[in-house]
Structure formats: C-alpha cells, structure tokens
C-alpha cells in the first residue's frame, strides 16, 4: 500500500511563489503516476495536474504557464512549483497516485490519496 504526504503549503500574496512537495512511501514512486488536486471551500475537489512515470505532465488550463510538476523517483517525491499565485488558487492541495496515466483529470482511477496541505493566497 503506498502512502502519500503533501507538505510546503502556507500563506502567501497574489502573485508569490509556493513550491508543494508530496513525498511517497511503501512504494516506489516510479512504479506510479501522480496527480495534484485541489479543493476550495464549497468547491469539488478539481485538477491540477499530473505527471507520468515517462516524465510526461499534464496541466489544468487554469495553471498552465503558472504551475510546474515534476518528479525525482531518487527522492521518492513529487514537487508542485507555484508561481504568480492568485486568491483563486486557494484551496486545499492534494497528491494521488495511480498507475496508468489515463483520464488524470477525474479523481477517479486514483489509488491512493494523501491528506492535504493548505495554500491560502492573500488579496
């Protein structure tokens, strides 16, 4: 069973930079594909984006050009590098694995979840 840990969440000003990191445990991470969701109060929990084992990623259009997500299996971790944040990017952040990168975009298909980290941009 692999675990997930989202850490590097925190309170910034529009326009700031977080970088989010989601370490793997249990697993090997290059075993699996992990996607980046978030979740703003009274919202569903949405896409953000999502790396394959290959290295290949897949953005949210609401993140392109402004998030980046990457991988060092060495590490055993995925990180989210957020930059020119908006208030509309607060929201709790979630990590998933799964194994085939298909329909990354749906919560569905995701093994496992790690618990959050909250980002809070301030206006």
């Known amino acids: 069973q692999v675990q997930l840990v989202e850490s590097g969440g925190g309170l910034v000003q529009t326009g700031g930079s977080l970088r989010l990191s989601c370490a793997v445990s249990?697993?090997?991470?290059?075993?699996?594909?992990i996607g980046w969701f978030r979740q703003a109060p009274g919202k569903d929990r949405e896409f953000v984006a999502a790396?394959?084992?290959?290295?290949?990623?897949s953005y949210a259009d609401s993140v392109k050009g402004r998030f980046t997500v990457s991988r060092d299996n060495a590490l055993n971790t995925v990180f989210l590098q957020m930059n020119s944040l908006k208030p509309e990017d607060t929201a709790v952040y979630y990590c998933?694995?799964?194994?085939?990168?298909?329909?990354?975009?749906?919560?569905?298909?995701?093994?496992?979840w790690g618990s959050g980290t909250q980002v809070t941009v301030s206006s």
């Open positions: 998933a694995a799964r194994m085939a990168f298909l329909n990354v975009a749906s919560t569905s298909g995701y093994a496992s």
């Open positions: 790396i394959a084992r290959s290295g290949y990623t």
């Open positions: 249990g697993r090997a991470l290059s075993t699996y594909a």
